[in-house]
T-cell receptor
Framework: DAGVTQSPTHLIKTRGQQVTLRCSPK?????VSWYQQALGQGPQFIFQ???????QRGNFPDRFSGHQFPNYSSELNVNALLLGDSALYLC???????????FGQGTRLTVV | DAKTTQPTSMDCAEGRAANLPCNHS???????VYWYRQIHSQGPQYIIH???NNETNEMASLIITEDRKSSTLILPHATLRDTAVYYC??????????????FGSGTQLTVLP
């Protein structure tokens, strides 16, 4: 049983560009959450998707958007990249009503 | 969700028990205590959670004080592979939706040979 998978593992982008990160949840999970983790800090919640809709959102600007597909996989899009967007982006999946979240290995985004 | 306070770092000798404390003095009656850990360059990993009673699983034990204002995660026989950042998180569970996790800075546990 594959756990949460994220792609790509590493990415380098130029300031002002747009990026799309992908996440496939653990089998049987229907809810996907995205987190941003800057170096030396704990992960910060970006948003959560369930039934193809954004259900919760953290304190992130509209440049951060997402999507969930019918197969429960999800994408995180970031527009107009800033140097400060450089971070590890983590995807976590859960099943509605279940409290344990499973995390992927993350995508390391570097903005230059 | 209630805020938690953890020491920034701790060391532990290999083979000994590692006791990681967490203060959550503003915890509400319906909030659980969760522990996750993050090994360098990996995603966080769920360890254990509890409400009032002490809990034990194959990874660790969780001891929650009677007033629920603090808790201790115990790794009974620490190994070098337990070196990681340990996060104590307080949140409402079973609320109808999988609520977000609010991570603090955590405790860097270093297991020494």
């Amino acid at each position: 049983d594959a756990g949460v998978t994220q792609s790509p593992t590493h990415l380098i982008k130029t300031r002002g560009q747009q990026v799309t990160l992908r996440c496939s949840p653990k089998s049987g999970h229907d809810t996907v959450s995205w987190y941003q983790q800057a170096l030396g800090q704990g992960p910060q919640f970006i948003f959560q998707y369930y039934e193809e809709e954004e259900r919760q959102r953290g304190n992130f600007p509209d440049r951060f958007s997402g999507h969930q597909f019918p197969n429960y996989s999800s994408e995180l899009n970031v527009n107009a990249l800033l140097l400060g967007d450089s971070a590890l982006y983590l995807c976590a999946s859960t099943r509605q009503g279940n409290t344990e979240a499973f995390f992927g290995q993350g995508t390391r985004l570097t903005v230059v | 969700d209630a805020k938690t306070t953890q020491p920034t770092s701790m060391d532990c000798a290999e083979g000994r028990a590692a006791n990681l404390p967490c203060n959550h003095s503003t915890i509400s009656g319906n909030e659980y205590v969760y522990w996750y850990r993050q090994i360098h360059s990996q995603g966080p990993q769920y360890i254990i959670h509890g409400l009032k009673n002490n809990e034990t699983n194959e990874m660790a034990s969780l001891i929650i004080t009677e007033d629920r204002k603090s808790s201790t995660l115990i790794l009974p026989h620490a190994t070098l592979r337990d070196t990681a950042v340990y996060y104590c998180i307080v949140r409402v569970a079973n609320s109808g939706s999988a609520r977000q996790l609010t991570f603090g800075s955590g405790t860097q546990l270093t297991v020494l040979p």
